[in-house]
């Protein structure tokens, strides 16, 4: 059977041009037929494509590791170029084909290869919606000869790039959101075609974007600054060996263009009429080509700036990734025009904008959802999310550039003539992550809810992972992406992208250790109350880093992030003090969105935040406790397990009884115990069972928050109640995953009742239709209904242990791990069970069948097992149980 390499990755990159590492790590996927194939040795090459006799090999190497692989040869210099290759050997000692070369290069290692200055235009006053996106402009002459050319650049804003008039990449809304002061990200293009002898012309087109526009909920802008700025670097390597390095500098001019408001939340408007005249140039020359007359152009200033703080990125950037057609166009009861995308999603509008009065305004405005049949705008708070468009004369297609919104629900006014399906389309944006996993199921409304949840993911990674992406917030809140972060990771590649925001959770960090609820973090509320360590939300963290290293099996996220994962916790354990006793009273968002929480007060959970702070305290200490063994520090693994046996201890003696019973009883009290492990064996089972006691007491309905909800179904199915967890997971009634479906929802609400049943928005001021955080069970979907998950770090190991219920016929799942796909498939007939599973090569697997017989071991390859499966009603286990 043949055996193939796919060409090597280099770190986590989907495209390693400009990437910021001198020795990257390399990763290769074999694909073979072979039953039990595992790698026996392999060997890499590595050239340099601009001296093709500089060809290196490691020669035969014998073992297994295949993922992360240390550099084997000397640092790559800056703006180098490095072709890879990979061949292995398997059981049989053959060796395979040499894979397709993997090219990379290298961006700017060196702070002092900056050359550019960060300029700023010249800005207008500051109005209430969102100011113009300023036009710069430069030139420069390059000699002939030109080998290869790259662009780099970066912005305070948000930035579209030029070169002799034609757009530079497809990123959306560069350089994106970062912790600017420590971490300033650029990004490397590739315009050796578009670059010429002589005269060439940059053009930036720049907007407030998140360093100056509107920021978080407290109705705030400028919050890193009040003056935008780009800064742009061309370089041009010429056959003589000579490099000719131009950008901006003092030289370059600015003026305001055809955008005349661009905001994140309030939105754009476009001045047809501007664009029309070449942004003010009367002989045809476009802004953005060489020869335009730009002598009314003001001159920019060049700006103080530490290169030091540039970095290269570490995952993809935001793309358009999806064009979505209208479903239907309606009329409401009030006369307006609206159109309904069927999906709420991410994104903005492209429009056809038809020929028309020159100075006649299109609007649009956006929302999630409707409201008695009008547009449902008041979740959105400030953020007014309307664009417009103001014609010229002339048809042409429109789509905004500086702004997003959240919405399935357009409304149109000033439209000339009958708006027609074809006259516009919602164009999905986010991060272009690399989809990894997929799951199905034969029941619709569970099908739905994980289509929602990758829906609600899509929408929430546009370069930071947030909270909601529609009203005046759109913040990287910690506690969110904690709890979402296995879900995630599970379907998409995350690691590039969580590794850059990690970076910026640690440079935001305290200096404590505390680690702020949202990073990048930015004062945007003065009306936040006072937060110390903040558990939950602080654990991020840990848990993430963590999570990142469970499915991907890069030990290297540990090691950058050793000092932040040990900081946290330690200001954690400070604010408990030495008895792990935190303090009474005061205020912590604990399980927030409980679903018994006033909708007022969403902070008012069954289980007081001292007992999450406790339980949390233990999980980090552990995960900490756990990455030192990775690391191979024993002494800070045995710190941060007596620490872990303290935290669990405490929590057993304050906040449950010797038999395992809830000092508060709710299901979060009961499952964090038990998810976490901080009962004694003793305990667990009768904790067990007194779970699915308060679940059926509680009408089998979620009733947890933030932090309990994604851990119940796992405590309920670890200690034998899968029924009672079956049965809460198919609820349909309030609270509840799908009730939410049943409404009609195409992502993951904010509360269990942000749509009242009579289609009512809920009456509180915090309510989002599209919240990845309750999304998280679909984790639980992954790892427990399908039965994939990992066993060992990367999926090395893979656990496969489905949890089958009556009524549900079938359900597939798969996920591309670091050494291919692996994939469940089960069917049940009456009792009759069948799976099949894919194990990918050089990994094995531990089946479990849900007859309760012996776990059988398998190797890489194709398996099909069968076993009769029958299953106990939930009512009747719960109800053998008291909570009284």
Do not use: K
């Not at 009314?296 to 990734?321: I, K, M």
């Not at 042409?396 to 009958?418: L, M």
């Not at 942000?754 to 915090?766: A, E, V, Y």
């Not at 776990?855 to 029958?870: D, E, I, L, M």
């Amino acid at each position: 059977m043949r055996t193939t390499v796919r060409p090597v990755t280099i770190e986590h990159h989907r495209e390693p041009l400009g990437i910021g590492d001198a020795a990257p790590r390399l990763s290769w996927v074999v694909d073979t037929e072979e039953p039990g194939w595992h790698q026996r040795a392999a060997e890499i090459e590595i050239s340099d494509p601009d001296a093709p006799a500089s060809v290196s090999t490691t020669g035969r190497v014998d073992g297994d590791a295949q993922v992360l692989v240390a550099w084997p040869a000397d640092p790559v210099p800056s703006r180098s170029r490095r072709r890879v290759r990979v061949r292995v050997w398997g059981p049989d000692g053959a060796a395979s084909e040499w894979s397709e070369p993997t090219e990379f290069e290298t961006g700017l290692l060196d702070a002092s290869l900056w050359h550019s200055g960060l300029v700023s235009p010249v800005l207008p006053a500051t109005g209430d919606g969102g100011e113009p996106a300023m036009l710069l402009r430069g030139e420069a002459r390059v000699p002939g000869g030109i080998r290869r050319a790259r662009i780099r650049a970066t912005a305070h804003g948000v930035m579209t790039l030029r070169l002799n008039g034609e757009r530079v990449g497809d990123d959306v809304l560069h350089p994106g959101w970062t912790s600017y002061a420590s971490r300033l990200r650029y990004r490397t293009w590739d315009v050796t075609d578009l670059v010429r002898e002589g005269a060439n012309a940059i053009g930036v087109h720049l907007a407030d974007g998140w360093y100056r526009g509107y920021l978080g909920f407290g109705g705030l802008r400028d919050t890193y600054g009040d003056r935008t700025a780009a800064l742009v670097q061309l370089e041009v390597e010429h056959a003589d060996g000579s490099r000719t390095v131009t950008g901006t500098d003092a030289s370059w001019r600015s003026a305001a263009g055809p955008v005349t408001r661009a905001d994140l939340y309030m939105g754009e408007t476009f001045d047809a009429r501007r664009a029309a005249t070449g942004a003010g140039g009367q002989d045809g020359t476009a802004w953005d080509e060489p020869g335009f007359d730009d002598v009314a152009w003001t001159p920019v200033e060049v700006r103080p700036f530490e290169a030091s703080v540039l970095v290269a990125p570490d995952g993809p950037p935001v793309r358009r990734t999806q064009a979505v057609a209208p479903v239907a166009i309606t009329t409401s009861p009030g006369g307006r025009t609206l159109v309904d995308f069927g999906q709420n999603l991410v994104g903005r509008l492209r429009v056809r904008v038809p020929a028309g009065t020159p100075g006649r305004e299109i609007r649009f405005r956006h929302a999630e959802v409707l409201e008695h049949g009008e547009l449902g705008t008041r979740p959105l708070r400030a953020a007014t999310a309307t664009d417009e468009v103001i014609l010229g004369g002339e048809a042409f297609t429109w789509e905004p550039e500086f702004t997003f919104h959240g919405f399935r629900y357009a409304e149109v006014e000033g439209w000339p003539g009958e708006l027609g399906a074809g006259d516009l389309e919602a164009v999905v944006i986010h991060t272009d992550l690399r989809r990894l996993g997929t799951f199905e199921a034969s029941d619709p409304l569970l099908d739905r809810l994980h289509e929602n949840v990758v829906w609600g993911m899509r929408g929430n990674f546009l370069d930071v992972p947030t909270d909601c992406p529609q009203r005046d917030e759109r913040l990287g809140w910690t506690g969110d992406l904690q709890v979402f972060a296995p879900t995630a990771a599970f379907l998409y590649d995350t690691a590039g992208m969580l590794t850059g925001w990690l970076a910026d959770l640690a440079a935001d960090q305290h200096a404590d250790g505390n680690v702020p609820v949202y990073v990048p973090w930015a004062d945007v509320d003065p009306n936040l109350p006072p937060l110390g360590a903040e558990a939950g939300w602080g654990d991020a963290a840990t848990v993430v880093p963590w999570t990142l290293y469970e499915r991907s099996g890069d030990a290297g996220i540990l090691r950058r992030q050793w000092r932040s994962m040990t900081a946290w916790t330690d200001c954690l354990a400070a604010r408990a003090g030495g008895r792990v006793d935190f303090p009474g009273g005061g205020f912590s968002f604990g399980d927030w969105l409980d679903s018994a929480a006033p909708d007022d007060q969403p902070w008012a959970a069954r289980l007081p935040w001292q007992a999450v702070a406790t339980a949390y305290l233990a999980r980090s200490a552990r995960i900490v406790r756990d990455t030192a063994l990775v690391l191979g520090d024993a002494e800070a693994a045995a710190r941060y397990d007596a620490l872990f046996e303290r935290a669990a201890a405490r929590y057993r003696d304050e906040y449950t009884t010797p038999s395992g019973r809830a000092a508060f009883p709710s299901q979060t009290a009961y499952a964090l115990g038990l998810a976490f492990d901080l009962l004694l064996p003793a305990q667990r089972a009768h904790a067990g069972d007194l779970l699915a006691a308060q679940v059926a007491t509680d009408g089998f309905h979620v009733g947890s928050g933030f932090l309990g909800t994604p851990v119940v179904c796992d405590a309920l199915a670890d200690t034998g109640n899968a029924a009672t967890a079956w049965r809460l997971l198919l609820q349909r009634e309030c609270p509840s995953w799908l009730y939410a479906v049943t409404m009609g929802a195409t992502t993951i609400w904010e509360r269990w009742n942000s749509m009242l049943p009579d289609g009512t928005i809920n009456p509180g001021d915090m309510t989002s239709f599209n919240h990845y955080a309750f999304g998280a069970i679909a984790d639980f979907l992954h790892r427990r209904v399908a039965g994939l998950a990992p066993d060992a770090p990367g999926y090395r190991r893979i656990r496969i242990a489905p949890l089958p219920t009556p009524g549900l016929e079938w359900v597939r799942a798969a996920h591309e791990t670091p050494y291919g796909r692996a994939a469940v498939s089960w069917t049940l007939d009456g009792e009759d069970f069948a799976l099949e599973v894919v194990v990918p090569p050089s990994t094995s697997a531990v089946v479990e069948l849900p007859d309760g017989s012996a776990p059988v071991a398998v190797a890489s390859g194709t398996h099909r097992f069968a076993c009769r499966f029958v299953a106990e009603r939930a009512a009747e286990r719960a109800a053998a149980f008291s909570v009284e």
